[in-house]
């Protein structure tokens, strides 16, 4: 490649932007972000029941509250939840998908030749589940010690920088490091913390900070609520 070649292609290479969503369009993916995640999260509490009519009406509930937080203006849920908690981060919004496709779409653990032993797959999953869910909730309490300015460096600030997306890669790919084996990426919640880092690359959405990406305050709370359901489990049994 000479010299011409250069010079007609790094204009294009220096006015590349991130696919940045119009500004028109925020409120329309705030509004399909909260309705995601609401609607796994009711789905969620349903499954907490015993009674079967309780989880059955669970899915109808579920489309409820999906469908109040697309309205738009002050009487539809996202607005509010808007004001609390901003936009919900990719991660919330890729957990809450992956939800609602197990549980409501194909409503049972897969069964086929790639999972011969369910059961000692769902015990893999939620051992990897509980694993992230310490790590979200580590990472969460030093973003809040940062915004009350109790570390000696700006964490936050470090979600701008490009070095800032090796660790979490690393923390994405954990399962295949770890066993050296790459169908073990599908454990939950790598398979979606993979293409959150994949999305965010390319549209550095929603704020231009990994950190907002992976993780938010409701998703945050959640990972809290998660991890005392799992003790309460295992108390119990």
Do not use: E
């Amino acid at each position: 490649m000479n010299l011409a070649d250069w010079s007609y292609w790094m204009p294009l290479v220096q006015d590349a932007a991130p696919l940045l969503p119009q500004p028109s369009l925020l409120p329309l993916l705030r509004q399909a972000g909260w309705a995601l995640v609401m609607a796994a999260l009711v789905a969620a509490l349903m499954q907490c029941f015993d009674a079967r009519w309780v989880r059955d009406k669970g899915r109808l509930l579920s489309l409820a509250f999906a469908l109040w937080a697309c309205i738009p203006g002050p009487w539809g849920l996202s607005y509010w939840l808007g004001l609390a908690f901003q936009t919900p981060s990719l991660m919330a919004i890729g957990l809450a998908s992956s939800y609602l496709w197990g549980s409501v779409v194909q409503r049972r653990w897969p069964q086929s030749a790639k999972y011969p032993d369910p059961a000692s797959y769902r015990k893999r999953s939620l051992a990897w589940q509980d694993r992230y869910a310490l790590v979200g909730i580590a990472m969460g309490w030093l973003l809040l010690f940062d915004v009350f300015a109790y570390l000696p460096w700006s964490l936050y600030a470090w979600g701008f920088h490009p070095l800032a997306n090796g660790p979490v890669l690393l923390v994405a790919l954990w399962p295949w490091i770890a066993s050296g084996r790459t169908a073990m990426l599908m454990q939950a919640p790598s398979k979606v913390l993979l293409p959150v880092l994949a999305l965010f690359w390319v549209s550095r959405w929603p704020t231009g900070n990994l950190w907002d990406a992976v993780l938010d305050p409701w998703l945050f709370v959640g990972l809290h609520g998660y991890m005392l359901m799992r003790l309460r489990k295992r108390q119990g049994t």
